[in-house]
């Protein structure tokens, strides 16, 4: 049974840093490209961030981009999403994610998803 379990979310002020963790297990982590969405109350849930099997490669939303920080460490079956600057508008329920390829995740064909944690930005 796969299991992703995020942790790390709260309160936070504006320009404050978080970092949020997602646990993985009953899967072949380092198979998997990972990930993260967000959504806030009342939107549709949106792509954050990505990171390849190995790492390699990191993908992020316009949003986010030069502020947020994704990794991955397969040893520990676990990735992380470093957030600074953070914003007001990043208050959201973060879900961790995981992914054949990019463009799954480009696709939302997401093979498996966590249960979120919360992030709370306070201007």
């Known amino acids: 049974q796969v299991q992703l379990v995020e942790s790390g979310g709260g309160l936070v002020q504006a320009g404050g840093s978080l970092r949020l963790s997602c646990a993985a297990s009953?899967?072949?982590?380092?198979?998997?490209?990972m990930g993260w969405f967000r959504q806030a109350p009342g939107k549709e849930r949106d792509f954050v961030s990505a990171?390849?099997?190995?790492?390699?490669?990191?993908y992020y939303a316009d949003s986010v981009k030069g502020r947020f920080t994704i990794s991955r460490d397969n040893a520990k079956n676990m990735v992380y999403l470093q957030m600074d600057s953070l914003k007001p508008e990043d208050t959201a329920v973060y879900y961790c994610a995981s992914a054949l390829s990019y463009s799954a995740f480009q696709r939302r064909d997401i093979e498996s998803w966590g249960k979120g944690t919360l992030v709370t930005v306070s201007s």
């Open positions: 009953g899967l072949a982590f380092s198979t998997y490209v």
């Open positions: 990171i390849s099997t190995r790492g390699y490669s990191t």
